[in-house]
């Protein structure tokens, strides 16, 4: 049986121009950082841009973006709250602030509802912040939306480039578009190269205040790779 509600998610994402997840197949890299932080970017740029948290167990774009006493207004569906200039929904505004211990059919049912009774409205940009890995939710993402773009986050690391030449290669046979790949240097590094984000120390106590993010080292070299990949 087909689930109408897939129906009503090509409608909702109709006039989303582009759709980019960020992913990484790693937990602790940056990803929700570099997630919650293009948007911000791509809001100063006078693009309207929405963030979608699909991290179920580790949700944390609202606490980067300093989101607190905000809740989704209810109007035929869910329409998500304004954060900074960016449309910002999350699994976080449902959970009290507890993991959601869901899993297989579970997962797949929680982000159709999540995606069908979103109004996003009209957008130039619809960020993901995806779970780390090739899991449920990103099967079902890539299933669902097919505009979907993967930008890829990795760190310096022999295993995490394993991964992530393999991650990359299943992505390919899927035929989902990989709009770009970002090393981000988490720890001291001399050497960056280009689509890299050097080590920032001011990073962590920037966190939860956009306008100090938007000032950061961080900041300033996203932007340059947004620029030149988007």
Not at 24 to 36: D, E, F, L, P, Q
Not at 105 to 122: C, H, P, R, Y
Not at 178 to 187: P, Q
Not at 192 to 197: F, K, L, R, Y
Request: hydrophobic letters at 40%.
């Amino acid at each position: 049986m087909i689930d109408p509600r897939t129906s009503v998610i090509k409608k909702r994402f109709s006039n989303i121009k582009r759709v980019i997840a960020v992913t990484g197949w790693k937990g602790g890299i940056g990803k929700s950082v570099t997630a919650s932080m293009l948007s911000l970017i791509l809001s100063k740029k006078g693009k309207t841009c929405g963030l979608l948290d699909l991290d179920f167990t580790g949700a944390s774009d609202h606490i980067i973006l300093g989101a607190k006493d905000i809740f989704p207004e209810e109007k035929n569906g869910i329409i998500p709250p304004d954060v900074h200039g960016i449309k910002f929904m999350s699994i976080s505004f449902f959970s009290e602030g507890k993991a959601v211990p869901l899993r297989g059919n579970n997962i797949t049912d929680a982000i159709i509802e999540m995606l069908a009774i979103t109004q996003w409205g009209k957008l130039d940009y619809l960020i993901i912040d995806m779970p780390p890995g090739i899991n449920d939710t990103a099967l079902d993402v890539i299933r669902l939306i097919e505009k979907t773009e993967v930008l890829a986050l990795t760190i310096p690391s022999i295993i995490a480039k394993d991964v992530l030449d393999r991650s990359l290669e299943l992505y390919k046979r899927l035929k989902v578009s990989i709009v770009g790949i970002i090393e981000n240097n988490l720890l001291h590094s001399k050497k960056t190269g280009a689509n890299s984000i050097p080590y920032d120390d001011k990073l962590e106590a920037s966190l939860g205040c956009p306008n100090k993010l938007l000032k950061t080292k961080f900041a300033r070299s996203l932007e340059k790779i947004a620029t030149d990949i988007l």
